[in-house]
Each structure stands twice: as C-alpha cells, then as structure tokens.
C-alpha cells in the first residue's frame, strides 16, 4: 500500500468518525509514523509504506476515531508558533488561547523587564510563548500537578527559556514567595457541571482537573482574583481566557475587587479573553 492509498483510507475513517479534519489528522499522524515532514507525503504520495508501519498507522487512526486527542497521538503540538511536547494527563493547547498571549505581549515593551506569574502553566504554553517573545520578561509559574510541572520545564529547556521560568508546585498563591507581579495570566478550568456534557469525546478524555470549575464554571476566577490582588503591583494586571458564555460575569468579578475590566472577542466574535486593570 503506497501512501496516496493508505491517506484516502484513513481519511475516509476519520470522516465517518464524525472528525471534523479528516484529511489534516490522517497526514500528521503519517508524517508521526513515517519520522518525514507532510510535505513529502505528497511529493512521494507513490511511495510504499512498510508493513510495520502500516499497522502503527492504522492503530493510531483507530484511536483518533475512537475521538482520542491529536495532541496525545502526536506527542507534540505548535502554539503560537513554539513546538511543545505532549503528554496524556496535561490539557494540550488550543489555538484560541493564543488570544491571550497576543493580549498579554501587547501590555509588555520589549525594552522593559518585567515579571509575570501563570496560575496553571499544564504544558508551559502561554508561560513559554511570552518569554520566547519578550528577552527580559521572567515568568512564574504555578501547578497543582507534577506531570504539568515536569512537561513545562522539559518544553521550557526545549526552547531555552528555562533560565527565566520559575516553577512552584502550589495550589494557587499557597506556596508563592512574598513578592509582586506585573501581571498575572490564567487560562484555568472553567467549564461548568452542565456545559461539561455537553463537550466533544476527545476534550473528556483530557484531564478532569484542568476543565471544570464548580457548578458554574467560574470558581478559579474569583479565588485568583480576590487571592491575585495582593500579589499585583499597582499597575499590574489580570488576563484570563474565559468560555464564550463568562464575559461579564469575569468582568463583574473584577470590578468587584477594585479593576477596570475589558472583554475581548475571538475570530467568532465570542467572548474569549477579560483584562483587568488595577484603578
């Protein structure tokens, strides 16, 4: 079986799994099994493929029909142009998430150090994009989770920003040094009981923890908030990533303690990102 052959097979699988990009997934998981860029998959698109690898690649086409994540099959994934491992029990990055880091890089000068805290880092993305972006920025990071902890500081060494990314297990501020911070930036767990249902199998398969967030969903945000505020300096800020449905409600949370807030909305012009800045 040559390559254009086993590609329209997988594809035409995923398709009748219900996943959305049939023909995207079936080329990165060959490129995956084959070690070969995906370009080549279509210059070489007549070459055989070893029985070997034939099985490997229909194995993991059967796990991402069964709607187990791309991210975990593939070991790695790109956010905001930064290559990042990959692991089962660690949220793997979205793209909309990059909306933050663009919000946050846009408040932060080039020419100026400052330190910034991540409550949360899962892979070290948002943490590992602003520091790749920002030579004097340097970056704590907080997790509950040791696998997390691990995964950032190996995807920090990876794109040699460690140097300049503190990591704490804590739960929050618990195990924090008594210091202030410039900004503090959070993509935490807020989906609701409710909405949690409702999600695609392959988020469910993601870790629990790193999703829902109390019965509405918006539990992290007020204990970040009001437990943040005496970590900020006076000109420091809030970013968060919220669910389309929190916009105000996160604003309100805000305004509450004392900020001035500021809802931000995605290419779908949905709710995506809340700022806030101390009065």
Known sequence: MNIKEAL????KRLKEAGIHTPVTDSQLILSKVLNVPRWKLITEKDMEIPEEKRREFFSLIEKRAERYPLGYILGEK??????????EGVLV???????????????????????GLEIGVGSGAISIALLKNRPLLVMYGVDISEKALQLSALNAKINNVLDRFILIKSDLFEKLPDMKFDFI???PPYVSEEEYETLEEEVKKEPLESLIAGKE????????????KEFLKPDGFFAFEIGYKQGEAVKNILEEEGFKAEIIKDLQSHDRVVLGDGL
Do not use: D, H, M, Q
């Open 78 to 87: 790109e956010f905001f142009n930064v290559k990042l491992k990959i692991e």
């Open 8 to 11: 329209n097979i997988a594809s």
């Open 185 to 187: 930036v959070s993509n």
């Open 93 to 115: 990055p979205r793209p909309e998430t990059e909306i933050l880091v663009e919000e946050v890089l846009k408040r932060i000068p080039e020419s100026e150090e400052k330190i």
């Open 217 to 228: 969903g918006l539990e992290f945000y007020e204990r970040i908030v009001k437990e943040g």
